[in-house]
């Protein structure tokens, strides 16, 4: 099938969509209700298009190519309704970029930056919407903020399979609430569809903004799935739990656990000393004393009776090197094969 | 698994059996829900309760807890004597096809329906569509294995695959679902009391010369003793030490009063750790450890893909890697470990463990590798037995149906299965840690069906007492509908009330798994003030 998209000729697969096609070929359409792992629905219409020999421009994301269409996907009249999409969106939006946590990752923000919004002619005065209770209190809902792009209610469907949120009331009254909150997992995958900040997350009481944020990718210490995740520190700290849809193989998706699970690496209850039994009581020790006791004791009941005396678990919460390293101590210093895990719990 | 989690799109049929995937891999458990959902793959669950899963499932069949080889041979039967096994794959790829033959025949779907109670019109039912299918997949976790005869379940699944021919293929497979972030890890590592890192056995004197030769020390040919073996060795007083890092046997091994009176008849037990766990506190000295969020290191998860641990945050206060404290510990014991990092335990790791010689940290990167990988050139293995059966031959293994050790009686008419809630993990040391986990799970409750109930005279949410041959917790009562009549359940996460207290040491033979799975019970109602 042979396309033309601004000018270029393309030779593209048959049953693709326009916005597909452009993204292979490096051209950028703007999207904001759009996302790869849900069906595509057209409702924001940013991803607008002019096609040669249509009345009027279609949305790229869920329209599909056929042979001989000549695509322009950046023209005045195109860029003109884009800005106008986003204007309407602003009568809503409040323009509280300073204290909303998305500042800086803000799929509006990024777009009315791109499209030079400097002049918001609409006057309605849209009546303010209240707060009110979320599906889980792990996530607060600003319903002023919200863009009605339907990505969390559509993930929640399409890709957690809860059905917890849907569109309620509609015109200015519209908003998106928990219909079947008793299903909600707390997974927070909507919270992460969220182009805008109508989702924020409630749990860590330190925030911070993305530049000032280190996004390290780490694996999830809790089930076999190992999905990928980033930990966002700030000050030596875990503040929220990200992931990147390109890494490891859950694309992007978590469930409650890896996502407001990470808690216990801040708790005060961590252990910080070695501690050494005397008596009844365990007390704070020093490395070198908890070390030498260790050492020393294990060699005399070594000698005393014999390797096979003496037994380690290692563990299926540690790396492989420190499993390694621990199976290595217990056969080569030890001299013993009693070594095992948890493996068969 | 055999398979990867991204190629299930591909079956058009998975059967889901002994996996409450949705909470013990919530991913996962989305993943199938999307697939059943949006790409028409049909989803059958075997289970006996009604897991949520369900929801999205074309068919639920409840055997009883503890009967699965009777089902799964019901199935072979039923695939068998109606001819529709792969005969073609059954020639050329497998052996024992005519030993299976010989035993099935007794099988039929009314025998296993007075067995295991699948109605046998719906078991022939789920037969055929398996066997039909292009592409099929099974999977499995702890429900199937962590029973008396686990090795038995795991044989006769593996014997429906090779019938089928249902292996090697996107979409076809028997994939086991790995529960703990580095459970196989951990194997792969050797922490297994018969084999070196890469399954290498520790009584073939070429292994034993290979790493004699490579860690420059004289080793042990004998295999080890295993997690519950090690427990009754240290209560009968021949084992003295015990190293214990990141676990917490005395909530998540079997009867843990045998398991809290063998540890403190140890002369030295040593436990490595992040919190003063509930083990911890028995112990002469305790090692502060570092969590994952302050390592560098390598996780491999359930479809065996090696990936990058990254440390993100400063160990709290003289908190160690678990890697560094085991050297310094081995080099005040006479033999030096020097490694100035996890990469460089790494470049050792691949050097002896055939499976991961060709994974190196850089080419880990964000997606990680799929082992085995036995060169830098080699992309990985997403999935295993393409083409043909690793062994050689799919070994199909006759196996007759034996009941597990405790049936419910007069005296403990209750069958106590045991299992995860998707807001803890395991010993719920870390997520008990967590506010928003503990919101939606704080307290332990016993789920029973309401008419088992109403025939006790028990209330919802009223105190129970739970108690086998072994011990007793005292729970409240959640109504539930998931739990057939006859059966009751209950995690194992909180040490308060450990249903640890009441399951059956009794070990498969083979696996040396404990049947966590199925222990029998009595239930009355708890009157406060009172002793049990």
Known sequence: MQIVIDGKNITADHGLTILEIAKKEGIHIPTLCFMEKLLPIGSCRMCVVEVEGYENPVTACNTPAVDGMVIRTNTEKIRNMRKDILRFLLINHPLDCPICDKGGECLLQDLVYEYNVDVQPYTIKAPLKEYKEYSTPAIKYHPNRCVMCSRCIRTCREVVGRNVLDIVGNGFDARVEPVNPDRCIACGECLSACPVGALTETVSPTKGRIWQIKRVPTVCAYCGVGCSLELNVLDNKIIKVTTDVNAGMNKGVLCAKGRFGYEFVNSPERLTKPLIRKGNELVETTWDEALSFVASKLTEIKNKYGSDSIAGLASARCTNEDNYLFQKFIRAVIGTNNVDHCARL | ?532
Not at chain 2, 98 to 105: C, F, M, R, V
Request: contains cysteine.
């Open chain 2, 1 to 532: 698994m055999t398979n990867s989690v991204e190629d299930l799109k591909e079956a058009e049929v998975i059967i889901v059996t002994g996996s409450n995937t949705t909470e013990t891999h919530p991913v996962i458990g989305m993943w199938l829900r999307h697939l059943s959902r949006y790409k028409g793959v049909k989803l059958i669950v075997v289970d006996p309760r009604k897991i949520d899963l369900t929801e999205e499932a074309i068919m639920w069949l409840s055997p009883k807890p503890g009967h699965d080889v009777a089902w799964l041979n019901g199935m072979a039967n039923v695939i068998i004597s109606e001819g529709l096994y792969n005969k073609k794959f059954v020639e050329e790829q497998t052996e024992g096809f005519e030993e299976l033959k010989k035993i099935i025949d007794k099988y039929t779907p009314e025998y296993v329906e007075q067995i295991c109670g699948i109605p046998a019109d719906k078991l022939r039912e789920v037969a055929r569509i398996y066997a039909k299918a292009k592409n099929a997949a099974i999977l499995y976790c702890m429900g199937i294995t962590q029973h008396s005869k686990g090795t038995d379940n795991v044989k006769a699944i593996s014997n429906l695959a090779l019938l089928c021919g249902h292996i090697g293929k996107p979409g076809s497979g028997v994939n086991p679902l790995r529960g703990q972030n580095n459970v196989q890890g951990a194997c792969d590592m050797g922490g297994l009391p018969d084999v070196y890192p890469g399954y290498q056995k520790v009584h073939l004197p070429e292994n034993k010369a290979k790493f004699e030769a490579f860690w420059n020390v004289e080793l042990s040919d004998k295999p080890g003793l295993t997690i519950v073996e090690m427990t009754n060795a240290a209560y009968e007083g021949k084992l003295k030490a015990m190293y214990i890092m990141g676990e917490n046997p005395m909530v998540t091994d079997p009867d843990i009063t045998h398991v809290e009176e063998a540890l403190k008849n140890l002369e030295l037990l040593i436990v490595q750790d992040i919190f003063l766990t509930e083990t911890a506190k028995l112990a002469h000295v305790v090692l502060p450890s570092a969590s994952f969020a302050e390592k560098d290191g390598t996780f491999v998860n359930t479809e065996r893909r090696v990936q990058l641990v990254r440390k993100a945050v400063n160990e709290p206060g003289e908190a160690k890697q678990d890697w560094k404290i085991i050297s310094e510990l081995s080099t005040k014991m006479g033999y030096p470990m020097n490694y100035k990092n996890a990469e460089e335990i790494f470049e050792e790791i691949r050097k002896v463990t055939p499976q991961y010689a060709g994974i190196t940290y850089k080419r880990l990167g964000l997606k990680g590798i799929q082992w085995p990988c036995p060169d830098e050139n080699h992309p990985g293995t997403p999935i295993l037995h393409v083409g043909k059966i690793a062994r050689g031959k799919g070994l199909i293994v006759p196996v007759e149906y034996r009941p597990p050790a405790e049936s419910a009686d007069n005296e403990y008419p209750f069958v106590l299965t045991t299992g995860r809630n998707y807001y803890h993990y395991h010993s719920s040391t870390m997520t008990r840690k967590a506010r928003v986990l503990n919101y939606y799970c704080q307290e332990s409750m016993v789920e029973i069906n309401p008419e088992d109930a109403n025939n006790l005279g028990i209330g919802d949410g009223e105190w129970v007492v739970v108690e086998s041959r072994r011990g007793h917790v005292i729970v409240k009562a959640k109504f539930s509908d998931r739990v057939p009549k006859g059966v009751v359940f209950k995690h194992f996460h909180f040490s308060e009330a450990a249903v640890n207290k009441l399951t059956n040491t009794i070990l498969d033979p083979v696996s040396k798994i404990p049947e966590l799975k199925v222990s029998a019970v009595r239930i009355k109602k708890h009157v406060k003030g009172t002793t049990v």
